[in-house]
């Protein structure tokens, strides 16, 4: 009760104004001199992946009160990706913010962090490692499978697919909406590798969540008891540590990159990853990132970049098992919430007889990562492709660049018939990026032109300084750095111009002379939104926000 006193000019009076109005809540002594342990409350009615958190609040408070302490409920911002206008990302950083001024401003020994949606989790991380008081991170987890016509379905790969057909004239309007009733059966997060997913895999690989605790689906008794074993271990942290920037280290940032590579993780835990390990003082080394690819397969057999789903992932063994199929790729004397290290928790991993989820090194399901980084003049600040979800004839490709300049306008003419686009031609969105759109919104998963979609064409190549969705299949390259916006190259391609995508050179070239760019370049102004007025916090993002490479964090935080 000690902690981060109100300023009154006077300690002892801040303390007993505190206790007097705490107690008109109806505490007792006994109860107020125990460790506090603060419990994010991210619940919302606008957020269904967070459905189940009341259960896991009330679950967490038990935990803390078995173990001898005081549980503290608050509330943050809740954000859901599909309840986020402009994006969700564009309220990631002030989540973050929520989150580290409240663990500031409030008397808590420790923190128990409860989120599931794609940017809730990073965003109470880079919060929880600037306040640097021990933490400890709780997923609400993933939701189950839904059937259409006897096919397994999964938010969100199968969204896409089955809206493609649909685009294509394959589904008719009723059958999708039926269809949009069946793909989220349950509360929870996606149950495909999405961010959601890729987010509860790396909170384990950093050690700050309990093992095996990231996959747990929302709905199961186990994720119930999970809740309350994170509330006991808080109540241990409350009491000694360790605070996150004791765990949240390069070798814990290395294990997470590892482990993104070889579940076939979401693009966006990489920006993620980052943004967190700014806040810790480090930086992500893309090429260090890349390299880990080159050396470490994909062992998950799941959707997008295969053909399950979490919950599968979760009865095989979880990061646990696949932690000790990594075996020597992992540093296993990383520390973990719990005191065990990585390696400790890797070999306590449970034995599924059978199963084929996850997968032997010596049997990856692909040969190499989930991502590579690509560069070239296009792309001087790096790019990234998750080519474990794409066609393998379209990783090497030269085609002609159809422009789009913003989202609306590829909203306008994507789907005209007079396009002038073939299957061959490579499809370039700009001004998506932090700046640019604003806020990266997951529009890079460019559509395939209707006219294209129609005559059967599943995949083209894409490119763009936005984000996709971790649930999205294609190739697609992404996070084109620096964006368009910023005077970054992508902001020079005129459409007919020729583009070279080489995923095993780790090339994005555009084939136009230096000089004709130059001459480009001198023509180039900003989009004017960005020299536009604007206030509140539209204002403070669009003046701060970093570049993706930096994990589109503010400079300031």
């Keep these: 009760m000690r902690r981060n006193l109100a300023s009154y000019g006077d300690p002892g009076f801040s303390l007993f104004l505190r206790k007097a109005f705490i107690k008109a809540a109806g505490f007792s002594d006994d109860a107020l001199d125990r460790p506090i342990v603060g419990i994010t409350n991210t619940f919302s009615d606008f957020n269904p992946c967070h459905g189940n958190v009341p259960r896991l609040i009330e679950a967490v408070k038990r935990g803390v009160m078995l173990a001898g302490g005081l549980p503290m409920e608050f509330p943050t911002v809740s954000i859901h990706e599909s309840f986020s206008n402009p994006t969700s990302m564009f309220l990631r950083n002030l989540m973050a913010m929520d989150t580290e001024e409240l663990i500031r401003a409030q008397p808590m020994d420790s923190v128990v962090l409860i989120g599931g949606c794609d940017k809730t989790v990073p965003a109470q991380l880079m919060g929880a490692v600037s306040a640097d008081v021990p933490a400890i991170q709780l997923i609400t987890g993933p939701m189950l499978v839904g059937h259409h016509k006897g096919e397994i379905l999964g938010a969100c790969t199968d969204c896409r697919r089955l809206w493609g057909q649909h685009r294509a004239g394959q589904i008719d309007a009723d059958e999708i909406e039926t269809i949009s009733g069946r793909l989220a059966p349950t509360q929870g997060t996606c149950m495909v590798m999405g961010t ?58 290395r294990n997470a990159l590892t482990v993104l590579q070889a579940i ?152 005209d018939s007079a396009l002038d686009v073939t299957a061959d031609d490579v499809l370039v969105l700009r001004n998506a990026g932090p700046k640019g759109a604003p806020s990266m919104p997951e529009a890079g998963y460019l559509p395939i032109p209707k006219k294209l979609a129609q005559a059967g064409v599943k995949d083209m190549v894409r490119i763009s300084d936005a984000r996709m969705s971790g649930t999205a299949f294609g190739t697609i390259v992404l996070h084109i750095t620096p964006e368009a916006a910023v005077g970054g190259p992508l902001g020079l391609v005129r459409s007919g111009d020729t583009i070279r995508l080489d995923v095993e050179a780790r090339e994005i070239a555009l084939l136009v002379d230096a000089a004709e760019l130059e001459r480009r370049k001198a023509e180039w102004a900003p989009p004017a939104h960005l020299k536009a007025e604007s206030r509140g916090y539209r204002h403070l993002y669009l003046t701060n926000v970093l570049q993706a490479d930096e994990g589109c964090d503010f400079d300031f935080c």
């Design 196 to 253: 959601a997913s890729t987010m509860g895999c790396l909170v384990e690989a950093l050690g700050i969540a309990l093992p095996w605790t990231g996959t747990i689906p929302a709905t199961h008794a186990d994720r119930i008891r999970a809740a309350e074993a994170s509330g006991r271990e808080a109540v241990k942290l409350a009491q000694g540590g360790p605070k996150p920037s004791e765990l949240l280290t390069e070798v814990a940032f």
């Design 264 to 415: 076939g993780g979401s693009t966006n835990g990489l920006v993620h990853l980052a943004a967190i390990a700014r806040r810790a003082g480090l930086s992500i080394d893309l090429e260090e990132f890349d390299a880990i690819g080159r050396k470490v397969p994909v062992l998950i057999d799941l959707k997008p970049s295969g053909d399950h789903y979490m919950e599968h992932f979760h009865w095989a063994g979880g990061v646990p098992k696949l932690m000790k199929e990594l075996g020597d790729h992992l540093d296993r004397s990383a520390p973990t919430i719990d005191g065990r290290t990585i390696g400790e928790i890797a070999d306590a991993a449970e034995e599924v007889p059978n199963q084929a989820i996850i997968r032997p090194a010596s049997a990856p399901l692909k040969p190499f990562g989930g991502m590579a980084v690509l560069r070239g003049n296009l792309a001087p600040g790096g790019a990234v492709i998750k080519h474990s979800a794409a066609s393998p004839a379209l990783l090497q490709h030269t085609g002609r660049a159809v422009v789009f300049d913003s989202v609306e306008d590829m909203v306008t003419r994507i789907d």
